[in-house]
Structures are given as C-alpha cells and as structure tokens.
C-alpha cells in the first residue's frame, strides 16, 4: 500500500512545531499503524533524518502508550482499539494521513507526537489509598461483591490512561478518564470507606489541571478503546455532589485548598 | 458552605446549567400549552392572558425566578466555554466528529441566537415596544398582527428550531449532569428529550405559521 503522511513535527517542548509530509510507499496492509511507523522511522535513519518519535509500549492495546490522532479522530478509525491495533488495511492506499499528537493544556508536547500525560497520573494520586490490610493473602469470596457491581466496576478498571478521552473531547475534559477511576473503586466494598473523598479531591484534580468539563458530546466513549460508557461521568457528578453535601467540613476544606 | 467548591468546579457549573436549564424546560413546556389556546378564539387566549395578570406578586415571582435561571445559566455557560477554550490553546488541523450531535455542537450559538430572540420576543410581545400596533391586553390581537410581519415571522420559526435543538441535547444531558439517568447500554437514547424538543419547538411553530397560512387572523 502507498500513504502520503502528513506528521506534526516537534523539536521539543519549547520549540515551535509544523507538519511534514511523508511519502510512505511499499507498506504491508498488515502492517499495524506502528509498524508502519516504525518502517517509516528506519527510511528516515537509513537517509540520515531525525525519526518520528512516537509514545508505544506493549503494541497490544493495554499499556496506554500509543497515542495519537489520525485523520482527526483519536486512536484512528477503528472502534475499541488504541493506535497500535489499528492495521494499515483499515485505509484505503494514496490516502494522505494527517497525524497529530493528543491537543490539551493538560499534556504539553515533548516531541513529534509524545506528549507528557503525568496529569492523569496526578489525578490518580490525588485519590488516594483505599483501606485494605495487608500481609498474608485473604480468603477468596471473604467480601462478597454482587455480580453486577463486579462486572460495572471492571468495566470501568478497564481504563488504561492513554487519554483519548480528552483528546478527542471539544471541551478537553477528562472526565471520561477520572469517571472510570472513580467508578472502578467506587463500585466496589472495597472502596466504600474512603468514596466521598476520594471522590472530591479526585476531580479537583482534574479541575486544577486544567481539563475543560464535560459537555456530553460522547466523543470520548467513541474514542475509548475500552468503550467506557459515558454512564461513569454521570455516576461521578451524582457522587460528587452528594460527597461534597454530605463531607465533614475539614475534608472539604482540604479538597478546595 | 459546602456548595462554594461545587460552584468553583466544573461539574458544580454544569449542575447549575443543568437545574436552570430544567426550569426553563418547565417554563417553555407552559408557556408552548398556553399559546396552543390562541386556535381556540381570541376569547380564550385573552382570557388567560388576564388570568396570569391578575395573580400579580406571583407573576413577578415567576418571572423573577426566570431571571435568575437565565442569568446563572449563561454565567455558567460563558465560564465554562472560556474553561474550555484554555484547555485546548493549539487546536488540531484536523477534526471529525465521530458520535456528537448537531445539537450538541451548536449550544453555545445556539445559546445566542436563543437570547436575542428572548430579548426582541419580550420587546415585542410583552412590552410592545418593537411591535408595529400593540394593545395591551389585547393577545390575540398583538401575535395575529405582530406576526403577520412576515420577516419576523420566520425570525420567530428560527428561533424555534434553535430552541428544539437546544432541548434534544439539553434535556438529555442534564439528566446525565444531574446524575439521575440510569446507566443503559444505548447512553445516546433519549425519547424523553425527542418528545419534549419536538412538542415544544412545533407547538411554539404552529402559531407563527398559522398566522402567515391565514389560519387564523
């Protein structure tokens, strides 16, 4: 298959950026979009030119790595998968590929389409522990959770960061993100002790970080490539309401400073 | 007080947009039934007109407390647009939108076009001040000739299908701001909103078009 690529180019994270167009000739349409990538990298060393530097990991969609917006839509056209399990046959050839990296505040580029994603992980600690001993494993089955909540909350856990979600949002907002964390443990007995703590320090994160909020567009469950419902957000704006109306005031005084 | 980081975060804003927008709905809702009476005489739409007048303080108490929705929910909405303009700086060359709606994309213009129609839609037919030959108390009179103006006319129908689109997104997502709509494997279903957009924005219609039809006069 033949491609023109048309990549956004980055020298680092001060430095001022702009698109390049690639000719990508001779690629296997089973080549993954990395693959390709990669194929276009080597060109690029053998001729002496900088490579396309790009986030990847596990190339097998759990890792939350690969990350970026092909055509205009995040992760690429195929639904439920991250870049990297999206396959060069899902294109037609002489097609031009507009790649980006992810576009938010919240995730300053570091180069071409690597971009800094430590926001999400601020997020998560702004969550904190939850309340469980440890030390020698538990009995199975000790906690009964009911299937439900057990199937809903590892939904949600499906989560794997890549920010997608924000990226493909018109508002930036990293709801979706933020939701599922919240749903995941908030589902659980588990997680029941520290939910309304959790619950507001977790999206005044989010709000300090700059993320735009939720309009509910519905792009982000499009974009997921674990397909988390937008069911998750609405979840999270009940719980954190009702968290803030019922929280102690020290703990709300500590989740607004 | 609890409720000042709900207003200071995000989710706390949209809340608000959420709860005024609900209150806004029940108004339109009234306000579309009300209107439908102008196809039963002008005896019966002046009848209620003078109805709503003569329950003075609480006229005022329900307008007052439209005031204020329309006010926090347009404080809400300019914060938050300017939120989220910052949260994107560098926009991407390309976009496609893969799963929103019209609807949902056109809030914020929408939200506008909405507000002026409010403004000349109050001038027009409350005041009187823009309408070419008002007589107060006289409802019938005032919409069959004030609409008889064709331009306006169709300014009115346009302004409906904003509003019927404002609401197919509105009354949906409220509930999910709200947190009150249950999780479903089809999120995107709404026939609750369907049926409040569609009434509402072709029963407000009606009246436009069956003035310029000579339907009534």
Redesign the interface.
């Known amino acids: 298959m033949e491609f023109t690529l048309r990549v956004?180019r980055q020298a680092g994270p001060a430095a001022a950026g702009g698109?390049v167009d690639y000719p990508a000739p001779d690629i296997s349409p089973d080549a993954s979009f990395l693959e390709m990538l990669d194929v276009i990298n080597e060109r690029l060393s053998e001729r002496g030119d900088e490579p396309i530097a790009f986030s990847h990991d596990c190339r097998e969609g759990i890792c939350g790595s690969c990350a970026m917006?092909i055509?205009?839509?995040a992760h690429g056209p195929v639904s439920g998968a991250a870049t990297c399990q999206v396959h060069m046959r899902s294109f037609r050839t002489g097609d031009t590929l507009?790649i980006?990296p992810w576009?938010?505040?919240?995730f300053p580029v570091i180069k071409d389409l690597v971009t800094d994603r430590a926001a999400l992980d601020r997020i998560i600690q702004a969550g904190g522990f939850i309340t469980a001993p440890t030390g020698g494993a538990r009995d199975a089955n000790e906690i009964l959770v009911p299937k439900d909540a057990a199937d809903?909350a590892m939904d949600a856990a499906s989560c794997i960061g890549c920010g997608a979600c924000v990226a493909?949002c018109?508002?930036?907002?990293a709801s979706l993100f933020t939701a599922a964390k919240l749903t995941h443990l908030g589902l659980l007995p588990q997680g029941q002790p520290e939910r309304s703590r959790r619950t507001?320090s977790m999206?005044?994160q989010?709000?300090r970080e700059?993320?735009?909020?939720?309009?509910?567009?519905?792009?982000c469950?499009?974009?997921c490539p674990k397909q988390i419902?937008?069911?998750v957000?609405?979840?999270?704006?009940?719980?954190?309401?009702r968290a803030?109306?019922t929280?102690r005031p020290d703990r709300?005084a500590a989740?607004?400073g | 007080m609890?409720?000042?980081?709900?207003y200071?975060?995000?989710?706390?804003?949209?809340?608000i947009m959420a709860v005024t927008g609900l209150i806004m709905v029940g108004f339109v809702v009234v306000h579309m039934l009300g209107n439908l009476q102008a196809f039963q005489g002008p005896e019966r739409i002046n009848a209620y007109s003078a109805f709503l007048h003569s329950t003075g303080e609480l006229l005022w108490v329900a307008r007052t407390v439209l005031l204020v929705a329309v006010i926090l929910h347009i404080d809400a909405a300019v914060q938050?647009t300017r939120?989220?303009r910052?949260?994107?700086?560098?926009?991407?060359?390309?976009?496609?939108?893969?799963?929103?709606t019209l609807a949902?994309?056109t809030?914020r213009w929408g939200g506008v076009v909405l507000v002026a129609f409010i403004v000349f839609h109050i001038l027009h037919m409350t005041t009187g001040t823009v309408h070419p030959s008002f007589a107060a108390g006289d409802v019938y009179h005032n919409l069959v000739t004030g609409l008889r103006v064709w331009p306006v006319a169709i300014f009115y129908l346009l302004a409906m299908a904003a509003l019927g689109l404002h609401l197919y997104?509105g009354v949906?997502?409220s509930?999910?701001?709200?947190?009150?709509?249950r999780?479903?494997p089809h999120?995107?279903h709404r026939p609750v909103a369907v049926v409040v957009a569609v009434a509402v924005a072709v029963g407000f219609a009606l009246i436009p078009v069956a003035v310029l039809a000579g339907w009534i006069r």
């Open positions: 956004w698109f917006m055509d205009g839509v507009t980006e576009r938010s505040v919240a809903a493909a018109p508002n930036g907002s507001i999206v005044a989010m709000d700059h993320f735009g909020h939720c309009t509910m567009f519905g792009e469950q499009e974009a419902s937008i069911d957000i609405a979840r999270m704006n009940r719980d954190y309401v803030l109306a929280a709300t989740a607004a | 609890w409720w000042m980081p709900l200071r975060s995000t989710i706390g804003k949209k809340v938050l939120i989220a910052a949260a994107r700086p560098l926009q991407y060359a390309e976009r496609r939108p893969q799963v929103s949902s994309r809030m997104h949906w997502s509930a999910r701001t709200l947190g009150v709509a999780p479903t999120p995107f």
